[in-house]
């Protein structure tokens, strides 16, 4: 995905991050696709959508909390 390690052998990408990192990461997408509707699950199955009086959020009224 990232061009300037195509060159590199897949074992040797995988290094790069840790595990945990990929998972931070694959996580977050999951997320995203859930927020967006990309995906079946429904994000109140994994989060409470807080009400919309709450504003302690910058730019955007999406308050999710696990």
């Known amino acids: 995905m990232v061009n300037c390690l ?3 052998p897949y074992t040797e990408r995988l290094q790069l991050w840790s595990l945990e990192e990929r998972r931070n990461k694959s996580d977050l997408i999951e997320v995203f696709k859930m927020i967006r509707g990309y995906t ?7 989060f409470k ?7 302690s959020t910058r730019g955007h009224n999406e308050n999710y909390i696990k």
């Open 6 to 8: 195509g060159h590199l």
């Open 40 to 46: 079946k699950c429904e994000i109140g199955e994994f």
């Open 49 to 55: 959508i807080l009400d919309q009086g709450c504003k």
